[in-house]
């Protein structure tokens, strides 16, 4: 019988996804089979799964690090934000509605059935199954019909283990504090308290250990040591973005405006791991470098409201000049949508129902609809000849004069667009920088010979899963684990 673990956070971004995908991979390399779970996550960079739907991207990075391949099942509810107050509500892998938060919070756990089939469709599959948390565990103002911490702990009858950052200081009182605002059932669920990205020398937290012990009754793992190569793995959270270093001077820049929606920003970490190129985001209020090689416009999960952004920024007039100045523009699916002639919401998809002009740099219009494409894709590159494996997650159809120039061929069918100049393209492809011969086309002298992005993932994995057994009692920390309870 399937046994679960569930890992949640005193906060967002205490270490929670890497925990548990360091775990799923140093349990894989001792034989078990093992698979993640996420009931509910909030994310706009997701992945396509091979059963045809989208997760969250850690989920499809805590999948492979299980050596399993990623399906719905993994995350079977999943926000993406379209504007400050509302997200697409995605269900077992596919757009169910969009919903304002007041609507999501009052329907939402009529999502639960669901939610415990996913995680009883795991359990048929596996020896253990390691859930991870959202957000924080002590947002008690959310635990009504919850879904994502204790709401699922409960229902499906899951032990905890409650995550604390000790980078970000005051550790020792958000782990202890979360039992003091919590209700008293879900406080019991808790069975050990686990102490994150430490930096320095641990032996100085021996009394800190010894103090959570004592106030909480229960064990307290780690401190787990800070991991420095968490930043080769691809991220979720936007604050990941935060990470992304200035400008360097003397190297091949390629300018990315940070748009309100940004999505999938992953696209960009292969092109962050070449050691020739500087990937610069642009914070709103700041100008696109002028020194830039290449403009890369990325996805965006309200296109026609980040456009709307984009000029606000200025950045359409800074785009323009590049264009002038000769420089190259590349679009990724929302952002090739950007650079056409318009985009037509007829549905009112993403906002009011309307059409937006576009940049003008493609001769293409695009009309958004209903039925989102989510398809893993394997293309050829026409310039180049290299293969792509990338994906398709959109919503709206392309046409028009340019995509007589295509930028890949998928099974036989032209894809993307480009200018009679050639310096502006567009495609709906997600993850194309992935492979490294096409990225190394592409980027010519500035990519590096010796970049192996996918086995550089791989060699990561492994490192992490290395790193938490010299940092954590694996074995007592799985002995926790409950067997799956199928009621």
């Not at 103002?141 to 919850?146: E, I, P, Q, S, T």
């Not at 995550?163 to 003091?180: P, W």
């Not at 998809?349 to 695009?366: F, I, M, R, Y």
Request: include cysteine; aromatic fraction near 6%.
């Amino acid at each position: 019988m399937a046994k679960s673990l569930m890992f949640m956070g005193t906060g967002s971004d205490v270490g929670k996804s890497l925990i548990v995908a360091g775990l799923c991979r140093a349990l894989s390399n001792r034989g078990l089979s093992v698979a993640p779970f996420k009931p509910q996550n909030m994310s706009n960079n997701a992945a396509v799964t091979s059963d045809g739907g989208e997760i969250g991207r850690a989920q499809a990075l805590q999948a492979r690090a299980s050596r399993r391949d990623p399906i719905t099942a993994m995350n079977p509810v999943l926000l993406k934000p379209e504007q400050e107050t509302g997200s697409q509500v995605v269900v077992r892998g596919q757009r169910r509605a969009s919903m304002s938060a007041r609507t999501y919070w009052a329907e939402r756990g009529k999502l639960m059935p669901e939610v415990l089939g996913a995680f009883h469709e795991l359990a048929a599959t596996a020896d253990f199954v390691i859930v991870e948390g959202a957000g924080s565990a002590s947002e008690v103002n959310l635990r009504a019909n919850d879904l994502a911490n204790f709401g699922f702990a409960q229902a499906a009858g899951v032990p905890v283990v409650l995550v604390g950052d000790i980078h970000r200081g005051g550790v020792i009182a958000s782990l202890i504090g979360t039992f003091a605002v919590i209700d008293p059932a879900d406080a019991a669920r808790i069975k050990a308290t686990l102490i994150n990205k430490f930096q320095g020398d641990p032996s100085l937290f021996t009394d800190g250990v010894a103090f959570i012990r004592e106030r909480t009754g229960l064990p307290c793992f780690g401190p787990v040591s800070w991991f420095a190569d968490a930043a080769k793995l691809p991220a979720e959270d936007v604050l990941a973005l935060e990470d992304y270093t200035a400008d360097r001077a003397g190297t091949f820049t390629i300018a990315v405006p940070r748009l309100p929606r940004i999505a999938n920003f992953d696209d960009l970490d292969p092109l962050r791991a070449e050691p020739g190129v500087s990937v610069v985001l642009v914070e709103p209020g700041l100008p696109l470098p002028r020194h830039a090689d290449l403009i890369i416009l990325p996805g965006s999960k309200a296109t026609r409201s980040d456009l709307a952004a984009l000029r606000a920024n200025g950045w359409d007039i800074d785009i323009a000049a590049h264009h002038r100045a000769g420089g190259s523009i590349l679009g990724i699916c929302g952002g090739y949508q950007m650079l056409g002639k318009s985009i037509a919401d007829p549905d009112g998809l993403e906002g009011a129902p309307g059409v937006s002009d576009g940049l003008g740099l493609l001769d293409v219009e695009t009309v958004l609809g209903p039925v989102k494409q989510l398809r893993v894709e394997n293309a050829t590159h026409l310039a180049s000849g290299q293969p792509i494996a990338g994906y398709h997650m959109h919503m709206g159809v392309t046409s028009g004069a340019d995509r007589a120039r295509p930028f890949t061929v998928v099974v036989a069918a032209n894809e993307g667009a480009i200018s009679p100049d050639g310096r502006v393209q567009g495609t709906y492809l997600h993850g194309l920088f992935v492979a490294d011969g096409f990225r190394r086309a592409y980027l010519g002298n500035a990519a590096s010979p010796d970049l192996a992005y996918e086995a550089g993932i791989e060699t990561t994995l492994d490192a992490l899963a290395e790193h938490l057994e010299k940092h954590l009692d694996i074995d007592a920390l799985m002995a926790l684990a409950e067997p799956v309870r199928l009621d």
